[in-house]
């Protein structure tokens, strides 16, 4: 059974492809730590009005 030579891959393929998947892998890293950041700056921020409710409730004791 003869093989398609348009499906037949070559190094060039499997280096563009691993290049491919290193460029995925970085991509989702990237996104990974965007979400961390994006979670600790909302905490951050969800403390601070936390704290200054607080505060104020406490002035008007």
């Known amino acids: 059974m003869s093989q398609n030579p348009n499906l037949q891959r ?19 890293l990237h996104a990974e730590q965007l979400r961390r950041e994006a979670i600790a700056e909302w905490r951050e921020r969800c403390f601070a ?13």
């Open 10 to 28: 070559n190094s060039s393929d499997d280096s563009a492809l691993h290049r491919l998947a290193r460029l995925h892998d970085l991509a989702r």
């Open 49 to 61: 009005g936390v704290s200054s409710v607080l505060q104020s409730l406490a002035f008007w004791r």
